[in-house]
């Protein structure tokens, strides 16, 4: 066992004299070790150990950092997508002023070529990707382009993962919606919502979609969702097919 010697103020010494007064302990050094071993169970156990400070597995096979962004991503305003029979919808539920009587910032959804790009999660982040995508016509192109630059922000240790959540919506053969979640994953849907109320909205816009349903038909679910969760100022952007 090795051997620890450490300076302690003169009043912790004197509660540390007193605990070992009452007979549970032999020694101060003995009273410090229990501290120290309950300290260290009652953490978390990767956080307790330093995996949630880079990009590195925890002993349970998580890489937290990826787990904290795709959180921070979930506490913006709420992205939604869905895919119609005939193009795609999406809304954003604008943020409300915190620092002033109206707020009129960078919008959530953009049209990048033939191509819907909207997020929700930080805006820095998001101007950063923003910034990467390529003008094209296949939206699964620009997915590969977002994730790229969230892969490289996942495996690097001088950088953090990004706290955005990106939804991408075009027409390839038919209709598609894509999402690129912090660690690069790209998944398909046919509907998708991410960010503050998300549960709400989903259930609310499961409960009437169908697969055949008509772009006009979705735009009516998906205000009636995004009313029901709170957001009654929207930016609304749609592709036809």
């Known amino acids: 066992m090795h051997e620890v010697r450490i ?9 540390l004299e007193g605990i070992v007064s009452t007979g549970l302990f032999s020694s101060k050094a003995e009273v410090v070790r229990a501290a ?9 156990t990767a956080t307790g150990r330093g995996y949630d400070v880079g990009n590195m597995f925890s002993p349970e096979g998580r890489v937290l950092q990826l787990e904290y962004a795709l959180e921070a991503a979930k506490h913006g ?9 005939n193009g795609v919808l ?10 002033g009587i109206s707020r009129k910032g960078p919008s959530k959804i953009r049209r990048i070529g033939d191509v819907l790009v909207g997020f929700t999660g930080l805006g820095g982040d998001a101007e950063f990707v923003y910034s990467k995508i390529r ?4 939206p699964w192109n620009v ?14 240790s001088d950088v953090r993962p990004l706290g955005v959540f990106f939804v991408v919506g075009g027409i390839e053969e ?14 398909e849907y046919d509907v998708v ?18 697969e055949k349903i008509s772009l006009s038909e979705a735009e009516k679910i998906a205000m009636e969702a995004m009313a029901k969760a709170g957001w009654k100022e929207l930016e609304v952007e749609k592709i036809v097919s």
């Open 90 to 99: 999406m809304v954003a539920g604008k943020p409300k002023a915190y620092m």
């Open 174 to 187: 038919e209709p598609k919606v894509y999402t690129i979640e912090p660690s690069g994953t790209i998944s």
């Open 77 to 85: 305003a709420p992205i939604l997508a869905i895919k119609a029979k």
């Open 143 to 156: 997915a590969k382009d977002i994730s790229r630059v969230f892969e490289e922000h996942a495996i690097r």
């Open 135 to 138: 003008p094209q016509k296949s």
């Open 193 to 210: 919502c991410w960010g503050k109320g998300y549960n709400r909205i989903l259930s609310y816009v499961a409960e009437k979609y169908a």
């Open 7 to 15: 300076v302690i103020p003169d009043e912790l010494d004197r509660v």
């Open 36 to 44: 120290l071993i309950y300290f260290l169970n009652i953490l978390p």
